[in-house]
């Protein structure tokens, strides 16, 4: 038998519905595969690894499919005459990866409702419907619920059906220590009965002496103490990006030309764009010789001219080898606006090794973003592992942007790495990473990300003007 690797065990074992060691070494011995080259112990975790990965993902979709489902449920209830409709739960907190979608409505007609959001095109089965509750399943097999709620219940719910349990959890108790009682249906004098606030999510939070917060943080990391102390930063917008610093053309693996992109960017209302096909050696990615790169960037120079004042950028996604070294060398990279570092291979080296990689290209001069730092695919590959901590500080000592990388399955910086970055002062980069037109507007989940992670306008380099960016990557 040929030798099997990690990708082809993973999907054999798993149609074997093999979930532990033991199983997985019978299963190999069996098939007469362990023992082979590439496929020893650390072989067999990582397989074992990319099944509970694997289905893991089975449980819940992606960001990216979840939040055109549910916009497209709110928009069809708007237009049929509902004013009070919202998502609800982790999807308006836009987590990275959803199970059910939640939508809730302010009617005091709840059956017409409920009528209303069956009757949805994309609805293909009703799996329960109460009184004020209908669970529908989507020809996409996704189950979303509605719930319907008085009108003057509106904010008090959204509020309770917005926040995570551990932010209502924390509510509730500053609610107690004020002599008060929140639920969905309002925030209760304890002691009277009296219910003082459920309208609005603004009357919810007031009563409890705060201001309303962006949904993206209520994950009780902090937010209430902000809110109650008057320190709620102004988190980043699509609004405030004023270009995109990652993109592909079809010069490599992207499918759209150079000029098909910059016209979107335009579109979009951008002063900048950065095309940064791959280096040389990504040979999967078609990388560019030195000699195709500075075709591109004759390219980039006329379309600049004939699009002023939109410009753009030209740069590259480099491969960092092993040892952290960049794959173009000193006098390649000065032509470039922007130098883009990159691993997509040997991301399974020890950590070790894998931090001092990272600290060596950290170190490079010409290096100005690194990309999608820990390599992750959202329910499909974990993530390069180092020691991240002492990567943003040398990010920082060496004016380097961490990329938050907007690929729907990246979200790399992660929500979590975005506030340790903000914590750290760490510049961010919000790109997409695009290899097509319509990739463009993955923006929305990259900042969704970064809003996630408490990040504000400052701390992101890609809010920079044309002439500040310019000075800054000089």
């Known amino acids: 038998m040929p030798d099997i690797g990690p990708r082809t ?7 074997l519905g093999i979930s532990d060691m033991d199983q997985l070494r019978a299963a ?7 023992g082979q080259k590439g496929f020893g112990e650390k072989t067999e975790e990582h397989i074992l690894k990319g099944i509970r990965s694997v289905e893991q993902g089975q449980k819940r979709m992606l960001l990216s499919h979840a939040y055109p489902l549910g916009k497209g449920m709110e928009d069809h209830l708007r237009s049929l005459g509902h004013a009070q ?25 709840p059956e017409k409702a409920m009528d209303d959001f069956a009757q949805y095109h994309e609805v293909e089965e009703i ?11 989507l020809l996409t097999g996704t189950q979303v619920d509605l719930l319907v709620v008085k009108p003057e219940e509106y904010g008090a719910a959204l509020q309770y059906f917005t926040g995570s349990k551990e932010h209502n959890v924390e509510l509730r108790s500053l609610a107690l220590d004020k002599g008060l009682k929140i639920n969905e249906y309002g925030v209760w004098r304890k002691e009277s009965g009296e219910r003082l606030a459920a309208r609005t999510e603004e009357d919810v939070y007031a009563i409890l002496g705060m201001k309303v917060m962006p949904p993206e943080i209520r994950e009780a990391h902090g937010e209430i103490a902000a809110s109650l102390d008057g320190r709620l930063p102004a988190l980043i917008q699509v609004s405030d990006l004023r270009g995109d610093l990652h993109l592909h053309s079809s010069h490599s693996d992207g499918n759209a030309t150079m000029r098909a992109m910059a016209e979107e960017g335009k579109r979009l209302g951008y002063e900048y764009i950065a095309i940064t096909d791959h280096s040389h050696t990504l040979k999967v990615g078609n990388g560019l010789s030195a000699e195709r790169l500075r075709e591109s960037i004759a390219e980039a120079r006329l379309l600049s001219e004939e699009l002023a004042p939109f410009r753009v950028l030209i740069g590259s996604e480099v491969e960092i080898d092993s040892e952290g070294r960049l794959d173009y060398p000193p006098e390649v990279l000065d032509e470039l606006d922007l130098v883009i570092g990159a691993a997509h291979s040997n991301m399974r080296m020890e950590p070790d090794r894998m931090t001092q990689r990272l600290l060596t290209v950290l170190s490079d001069e010409n290096l100005d973003i690194l990309a999608h730092p820990t ?19 040398a990010a920082k000592a060496n004016r380097v942007a961490l990329e938050l990388n907007s690929y729907p399955d990246r979200l790399d910086l992660s929500d979590a790495h975005c506030r340790m970055a903000v914590d750290r002062g760490v510049t961010i980069s919000i790109d997409t990473d695009s290899h097509s037109v319509a990739d463009m507007g993955n923006i929305v989940y990259g900042v969704a990300t970064a809003r996630r992670g408490w990040v504000t306008k400052a701390a992101v380099l890609n809010t920079l003007g044309l002439e500040a960016l310019l000075k800054r990557l000089q």
């Open 127 to 137: 799996l329960w419907r109460g009184p004020a509750k209908t669970s529908v399943r």
């Open 9 to 15: 065990a993973i999907r054999l074992f798993r149609e």
């Open 85 to 109: 409709v919202d998502i609800a739960g982790s999807l308006r907190r836009m987590k990275e990866t959803i199970g059910d979608i939640d939508i809730l409505v302010g009617s005091d007609i």
């Open 28 to 34: 190999a011995e069996a098939h007469r595969i362990r």
């Open 375 to 393: 390599g992750r695919l959202i329910n499909q590959r974990e993530g390069m592992q180092f020691d991240m901590a002492q990567i943003m500080e």
